[in-house]
């Protein structure tokens, strides 16, 4: 397959900027759910961590940097001059990126890693929403009844872990606290997938996976130092999490997924990103010791219904 190579950045013309222009659909799939199931893990090893959301995101991003570095530089031939506008993107890339880790990691403390991990990928509608408006990207009617029905599946899922009792109205109001943060960052998360669907038309995914997370990094380490958060001291169990959060879940789940984004559209790629929470919450049941309700598990099978249904019929 060709990959995007760097070309002339100044004022690309609009069809060049399409990563999906002359490009075989049907390599990059077989890498969707292998990523998924790597990034599936991600809740697991940050509730084993018990860090702060801040803390464990600077890790994964910094964690993620330090094993990509060498690969970078080996590849330095192939991006001899970067443009100052791809690296704006790489930069905005890390920012959103940053948000989203701290925010959804955050979420993680109060809500459960099944409840989490669903409500971050409602940024589906987002990202479909933003690629029809932003790249005129053309959805087809299949598109948005697979959508729906995914997102009915992951409704049925919250629905479920709303209605349990939790015992007092302070674990109530936590979980909300928690549910909110982990929308908040569905938001930074779409944004982080549009910019990256833009981002990887003109630039190779190992060098965007690295100039983003090693820009994120610097933004969540001048987090935890405004706001005091150690960096070490901690147990060996806890640097564990951590390094199975940067390598197994960020460097090689997301660039897989990073890799796709560059040849499938975002849209197509979020909603498929919808069976992370499917995962997600099939893991925490023995890694973690959170249940599943019926109603959760009538909710994971439509999801993945939806899924299959943007897939197999959704493109144009």
Same mark, same amino acid.
């Given at each position: 397959? &060709? @990959?995007? $190579?760097?070309? %002339?950045? $100044?004022?690309p013309?609009?069809?060049s900027l399409?990563?999906?222009?002359h490009?075989? *659909?049907s @390599?990059?799939y077989?890498? =969707?759910?292998?990523?998924?199931?790597?990034i599936a *893990?991600?809740a697991?090893?940050?509730k084993w961590?018990g860090l702060?959301?801040?803390?464990?995101?600077f890790y &994964?991003?910094?964690?993620?940097s330090?094993a990509?570095?060498?690969?970078f530089? !080996?590849r330095?031939? @192939?991006?001899?001059?970067?443009?100052?506008r791809?690296?704006?993107? #790489?930069a905005l890339?890390?920012?959103w990126?940053?948000?989203?880790?701290?925010? /959804?990691?955050?979420s993680l403390?109060?809500?459960?890693?099944a409840s989490?991990?669903?409500?971050? %990928?409602t940024?589906?509608?987002?990202?479909a929403?933003?690629?029809?408006?932003l790249?005129? +990207?053309r959805?087809r009617?299949?598109? /948005?009844t697979?959508?729906?029905?995914?997102?009915?599946?992951v409704?049925?899922?919250?629905s479920?872990?709303?209605l349990?009792p939790?015992g007092?109205?302070?674990v109530a109001n936590s @979980? $909300? +606290?928690?549910?909110?943060?982990?929308l908040?960052?569905?938001?930074?998360?779409?944004a982080? !997938? =549009?910019t $990256?669907q &833009?981002?990887r038309?003109?630039?190779?995914?190992? *060098?965007y996976m690295?100039?983003?997370?090693?820009?994120g990094?610097l933004l969540?380490?001048?987090l935890n130092?405004?706001?005091?958060l150690p960096l /070490?001291?901690?147990?060996?169990?806890t640097?564990?999490?951590?390094?199975g959060l940067?390598?197994i879940t960020?460097v090689?789940g /997301?660039l897989?997924i *990073?890799?796709a984004?560059?040849?499938?559209?975002?849209?197509?790629v979020?909603?498929t990103?919808l069976?992370?929470p499917v995962?997600?919450a099939l893991l925490s049941?023995?890694?973690l010791? +959170?249940?599943?309700v019926?109603l959760?598990?009538?909710?994971?099978?439509? #999801?993945?219904g939806g899924?299959?249904?943007?897939n197999r019929?959704g493109?144009?």
């Amino acid at each position: 397959m &060709r @990959r995007p $190579t760097i070309t %002339n950045l $100044t004022s690309p013309p609009a069809a060049s900027l399409s990563p999906f222009k002359h490009l075989p *659909s049907s @390599r990059p799939y077989p890498l =969707l759910p292998f990523g998924i199931f790597c990034i599936a *893990s991600s809740a697991i090893f940050v509730k084993w961590s018990g860090l702060p959301g801040a803390t464990s995101g600077f890790y &994964r991003l910094a964690i993620g940097s330090v094993a990509m570095v060498v690969p970078f530089w !080996l590849r330095r031939s @192939r991006h001899p001059h970067i443009s100052r506008r791809v690296l704006a993107l #790489a930069a905005l890339g890390g920012l959103w990126f940053a948000l989203d880790v701290w925010t /959804w990691q955050s979420s993680l403390s109060y809500a459960s890693a099944a409840s989490a991990t669903l409500l971050g %990928n409602t940024s589906s509608v987002l990202v479909a929403l933003g690629a029809w408006l932003l790249f005129r +990207e053309r959805l087809r009617l299949p598109f /948005w009844t697979g959508l729906i029905v995914a997102l009915a599946g992951v409704m049925l899922v919250l629905s479920a872990d709303i209605l349990t009792p939790h015992g007092s109205a302070l674990v109530a109001n936590s @979980r $909300t +606290e928690g549910n909110l943060l982990a929308l908040l960052g569905a938001f930074f998360y779409a944004a982080y !997938l =549009l910019t $990256t669907q &833009r981002t990887r038309a003109n630039l190779d995914t190992l *060098s965007y996976m690295f100039l983003m997370s090693f820009i994120g990094s610097l933004l969540l380490l001048g987090l935890n130092v405004s706001q005091g958060l150690p960096l /070490w001291g901690f147990s060996l169990n806890t640097w564990l999490a951590l390094l199975g959060l940067g390598l197994i879940t960020h460097v090689t789940g /997301w660039l897989a997924i *990073s890799y796709a984004l560059g040849h499938i559209r975002a849209s197509i790629v979020s909603v498929t990103l919808l069976g992370q929470p499917v995962l997600t919450a099939l893991l925490s049941i023995p890694l973690l010791g +959170e249940g599943l309700v019926p109603l959760q598990i009538v909710g994971g099978l439509l #999801a993945l219904g939806g899924i299959y249904i943007v897939n197999r019929y959704g493109r144009a």
